[in-house]
């Protein structure tokens, strides 16, 4: 299993959502993807489109500007 960093602090819409999908399709079944970022709204953006890929979605931590997302593929 690997795990997979995606660092987007700074980054605003709709960077963080993209470079996470592309994390994503390069991630093998089982393997985990860390997504920290600082858009507030992403925070909301990235968990629902887990929901909707059918993926799971291990924690979301942190402040609306200081965030961790974990996701398992």
Excluded: Y
């Amino acid at each position: 299993m690997a795990e997979f960093k995606v660092d987007v602090r700074g980054e605003t819409c709709p960077v963080p959502l993209v470079e996470t999908r592309k994390a994503l399709r390069k991630a093998a079944l089982g393997d985990v993807i860390e997504v920290i970022g600082t858009h507030p709204s992403s925070k909301k953006e990235i968990p629902m489109a887990v929901e909707a890929l059918e993926l799971e979605l291990l924690s979301v931590e942190g402040s609306d500007n200081d965030w961790t997302i974990r996701i398992r593929r």
